[in-house]
């Protein structure tokens, strides 16, 4: 990877031992970053064979998807280093300390809460020469006792002041940079504030649902801010649960606005928004509009189910008149997207696809994700209640819903064929122009489109049509809706597919559109094809065929020579603003400029736009649009005066 995901708890971990002249002055703390694709051995490799030599001490930082090979870590670790301590952390085994002693043996401790000041009273413990089986002392863990029984302490409080917590970025603890001037991170992480004051029933934020949110210092977030800025770093992602919910959420943005216009930088922010939109919300976008920074803006909508909304206590939220927050979003030029979440008790298939073709009205771009129970959460502690008959993965420590009391396992099996069309080819973005003309123009819902492509594919008998088929049966035959990557990458390298999509689009969709409308639709096709991002992972090998070119400080592939019978960019605008104009053809050439990277983003659907095919013109008003504002016009003329 040429860029790594931010440890942000880690860092933390590392900036309070650097912080305490004890610990600092004792301990060697360092962060091993892995990435999803590294194999157990090559992470054994870093922690264990490097010049370092074994840790006296082991940390994990667990959740689902890393919680097996962390196990096995743990297991080798201590074949090296028996009397070392392993620390296991975060939610996934947060109050699950008998089933991770029961199934890793080799870990010791089992942190239950936040873990700063713990990490701290742990260290002192095993410079004190405290045994690993006599911390009852320490608050917020579970540990084991020598005969094996497990000791489970008295909850600490909730960190009450967090600025108690050095921050990594001001410490150093964490670099944003390599060396050689890099990018050290894809994005940069940070919290505001801790906490949630929502009960969701699929979720365990941190353990800190239902919780009164608690906040960093604005002086030190002030601080986080400026040096990011400073650091010329592209692209900040908030920590917190509901951003745009509190009144100093808005000062937070008027910082970034500001160092912006200091630095050019940050150019994006990302955040999980509130659900409920308050004054405070549509006060944030308005200004990060008028200041051009760029932000996605979610509707965590989950479902449009009444049932399954009670069933998940998510009723009474005011995301859920999301309509009207939808058309506000696009009368300020503002794109959205929203999620949901299929398997949920009190959902059927009939009112999933109908939540689905709602939200398709306003938006084409939907997440749609598994249920998967995550301990501690009311899913969990009420299965029984909601009749979930769940499996565990075989390559992660997730609970898959394979039939509910409204959902039974064929139910599941068909909707997973319908999600994995709306995941692949709608939600990341292979297409993407189409959706709304078909809509405006020939009242062709999405629903049906994807509905189309499932049966035109299945009814092939060739083996590029079989191929994408076989893509599809591997999310449907393990009921794994996070299965999108595979699918994904067949349609960016399999070279047969191209033709057959086009094939599917004239027999399947043009029949269905008014013949004086066909022409545009099957160039607005082809355009979808030719701006999807190039794809070209590490494997790859050799010269791209397509040229480079540098410009406003990015590298971009070309595509010269296009020639087209419509503006389509122009035209889908004015489809978009309730137009139905005339399409009358003029032949222009296009050159289309693609910005190098997708690969690294390849099924991260909030990515996909930032590589798409774009015109000369696209490139330049998204620079300027990212370029730093002017100074008010009473700052300029004081700069004037003190010039003369």
Known sequence: METESMPLASGYFKAMSDADPELSRELDVRIINCSGGQSTLEMAKRLFLDEAGVPDVLGFSVFGWNYNAFGNLAAMY??????????????????????????????DVVVNGEGELIFVEMMRAALRGTPVHALDAIGGISFKREDGSVVTTDPQPRIANLDAIPSPLLTGA?????????????????????????TCSFCYWGGATGQKVRKFSPERIAAELELVGRQQIA??????????????????????????????????FETSWAKNKSKT?????????????????????Q????????????????????????????????????????????????????????????????????????????????????????????????????????????DNKRMHRFIFWARVVAENQI????WAPLRLLENIDQVSVLQSMDRWFEAQGDSVSRGLVACRADMVD???????????????????LTEKLV????????????????????????????????????????????????????????????????????LYARILAGERPAFTPRVREVTLYYRHGFARHLDNHEFVSRYVGLTREQVDAEHRTALPLPPPAEEQRAAAESVA
């Open 78 to 107: 201590k074949q090296l280093r028996p009397d070392g301590w392993v620390v296991f952390g975060g939610t996934h085994v947060a109050n699950q300390a008998r089933r991770t002693f029961a199934m890793f043996p080799e870990v």
């Open 174 to 198: 964490i670099q944003l940079r390599h060396p050689d001037g890099r990018e050290k991170y894809d994005v940069v992480l940070l919290e505001t504030n801790r906490g949630c004051p929502y």
């Open 235 to 268: 692209e900040v992602v908030l920590c917190d649960s509901n951003f745009g919910m509190l009144e100093e959420d808005h000062q937070f943005v008027e910082t970034l606005i500001r160092l912006r216009e200091r630095y050019g930088f940050p150019r994006r």
């Open 281 to 301: 919300f549509y006060a944030i976008v308005e200004r990060m509009k008028q200041a051009g920074i760029k932000s996605s803006f979610t509707l965590a909508l």
């Open 303 to 410: 479902t449009l189910s009444d049932t399954s909304l009670v069933l998940m206590k998510r009723k009474n939220m005011k995301v859920n008149d999301w309509r009207s927050l939808a058309a506000w979003l696009k009368t300020q030029g503002l794109a959205c997207y929203s999620e949901l979440i299929w398997g949920t008790p009190g959902e059927t298939c009939e009112s999933f696809l109908e939540g689905y073709a709602a939200l398709s009205e306003h938006m084409s771009r939907i997440a749609v994700y598994p249920l998967l129970i995550m301990p501690n959460t009311d899913y969990s502690e009420n299965r029984y209640k909601h009749g979930f008959v769940l499996l565990r993965g075989e390559h992660d420590d997730f609970e898959y819903v394979v039939s509910n009391s409204t959902m039974s396992f064929e």
């Open 431 to 434: 297409l993407r122009y189409v």
């Open 478 to 496: 393990n009921l794994d809706a996070s299965r999108v990557t595979r699918g994904i990458q067949y349609f960016y390298l399999e070279d047969g």
């Open 503 to 570: 094939a599917w689009w004239r027999s399947d969709i043009l029949s269905r559109v008014d013949e004086n409308n066909r022409h545009f639709f099957e160039e607005l096709f082809h355009y979808d094809l030719l701006t999807r991002p190039i794809y070209r992972p590490a494997s790859v090998r050799g010269p791209c065929e397509l040229d480079s070119v540098r410009l406003h400080d990015e590298d971009f592939y070309l595509r010269r020579g296009l020639i087209f019978h419509y503006d389509i960019p122009s």
